[in-house]
């Protein structure tokens, strides 16, 4: 069996000391993803939990969308194949950024009946998809990622129940 190295996280907690435990379960999230992926190499992806000001100011000055958003990532590599996917062997060691919205997040998970665990990790996942190269602006897309994030995170699940 191959042995994947273990991805690196920069985290960046802006908000409450409480959502620090994050940071073990994003790294888990990223060893699942690029293990079901068979991505081999350690890369690097940063995340930051901020607060809907930040995130509005990130939208609008970045992407000239005046609003709060859940998640936003930014992507360093957008060299992609028809496929969506990131070109050649190698992605840059350092893949991107990713800013969660934690009150967003809170907010949607109420809304939809996601637990707040639940609702975070799957906004982190979504974000590391983006930064790989997975969109779903057209159907065909959203029917490859959407279930891609469902079947990474019930793989992080099983894992830490076992």
Known sequence: MVKYQPMEL???NRLDAAYDVLEERYRSIMETAFELLNIKTNYE???SLVDE???HQINRDYRNVDRVTDVISF?????K???GLI???EIPHMLGEIFVCVPRALEQAKQIGNTPERELNFLFCHGLLHLLGYDHMKKEDEEIMFPLQDKILDAVKEKESK
């Open 87 to 89: 070109l050649g062997d």
């Open 10 to 12: 920069g985290f960046e």
């Open 53 to 55: 000001d930040t995130i």
């Open 75 to 79: 992507a360093f590599n957008d060299d």
């Open 81 to 83: 194949s028809k496929e």
């Open 45 to 47: 992806v940063d995340v």
